[in-house]
């Protein structure tokens, strides 16, 4: 166990191995260019946690695009509460132009909700959600995600960017962390044992 850690988490076992990774990503970035073949594309990724995905998805798409980064952190240590504050803004303008947010995971949906609110003040012609990962079950806003890589569990999962206390980000698969005993984000809910999605059995 790594001694840097406070709390004694442990890596469970991979959910999602890297090949299904690339391959689905590969999927996205195809669906995506297709979609938004002659739009003025702006990719705006949410730091830290999409970074990875973001940079392997650019490289999957094959239609012009320009990429900008926002950076966000719970607001004053309030994990849950949907407002967040912005860490780091977006360089450029996306008045008039397709946005498109990349988010690593919707988990209830409330941050991806405060982003998507604040980016459409200002003035984009449209915003549209890519999430790598989706953990419907604990959705409390109800989001349209029309590119979402994978249907996980309830469960805290790490790497592809992700972290638990800024560690295990350059995993190359997605695993699941075991926090305090259990392998699940909440306590009293039901997780199964695979990622899910229409391309994923
Ligand atoms: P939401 O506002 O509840 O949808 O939370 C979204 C954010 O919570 C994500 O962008 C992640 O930063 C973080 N998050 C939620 N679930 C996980 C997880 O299983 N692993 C790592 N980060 C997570």
């Given at each position: 166990m790594k001694s840097f850690l406070t709390t004694e988490p442990e890596?469970?076992?991979?959910?999602?191995?890297q090949n299904r990774l690339q391959e689905r990503v590969s999927e996205l970035g195809q669906e995506i260019s297709q979609a938004f073949d002659g739009k003025d594309l702006a990719i705006v990724a949410i730091l830290k946690g999409s970074f990875v995905f973001a940079a392997d998805l650019l490289r999957a798409m094959t239609t012009e695009c320009s990429i900008d980064f926002m950076g966000i952190s719970s607001y004053a240590g309030q994990?849950?509460?949907?407002v967040v504050r912005i860490t780091k803004d977006l360089d450029e303008s996306i008045a008039g132009r397709s946005v498109l947010l990349v988010e690593d995971i919707i988990d209830t949906g409330l941050t991806a909700n405060y982003l998507l609110h604040t980016l459409k003040q200002r003035k984009p012609a449209s915003v549209d959600i890519c999430a790598l990962?989706?953990?419907?079950?604990?959705?409390i806003i109800d989001l349209p995600i029309?590119?979402?890589?994978f249907e996980i569990p309830d469960v805290f999962v790490v790497g592809y960017g992700m972290d638990y206390q800024q560690h295990y980000?350059?995993?190359?698969h997605i695993a699941i962390l075991r926090l305090n005993g259990s392998?699940?984000?909440?306590?009293d809910s039901t997780d199964s044992d695979q990622a899910d999605s229409r391309n994923v059995s």
């Amino acid at each position: 166990m790594k001694s840097f850690l406070t709390t004694e988490p442990e890596l469970q076992k991979v959910l999602i191995p890297q090949n299904r990774l690339q391959e689905r990503v590969s999927e996205l970035g195809q669906e995506i260019s297709q979609a938004f073949d002659g739009k003025d594309l702006a990719i705006v990724a949410i730091l830290k946690g999409s970074f990875v995905f973001a940079a392997d998805l650019l490289r999957a798409m094959t239609t012009e695009c320009s990429i900008d980064f926002m950076g966000i952190s719970s607001y004053a240590g309030q994990p849950g509460s949907g407002v967040v504050r912005i860490t780091k803004d977006l360089d450029e303008s996306i008045a008039g132009r397709s946005v498109l947010l990349v988010e690593d995971i919707i988990d209830t949906g409330l941050t991806a909700n405060y982003l998507l609110h604040t980016l459409k003040q200002r003035k984009p012609a449209s915003v549209d959600i890519c999430a790598l990962l989706d953990k419907s079950a604990r959705r409390i806003i109800d989001l349209p995600i029309p590119y979402r890589g994978f249907e996980i569990p309830d469960v805290f999962v790490v790497g592809y960017g992700m972290d638990y206390q800024q560690h295990y980000r350059n995993l190359p698969h997605i695993a699941i962390l075991r926090l305090n005993g259990s392998p699940k984000s909440q306590p009293d809910s039901t997780d199964s044992d695979q990622a899910d999605s229409r391309n994923v059995s």
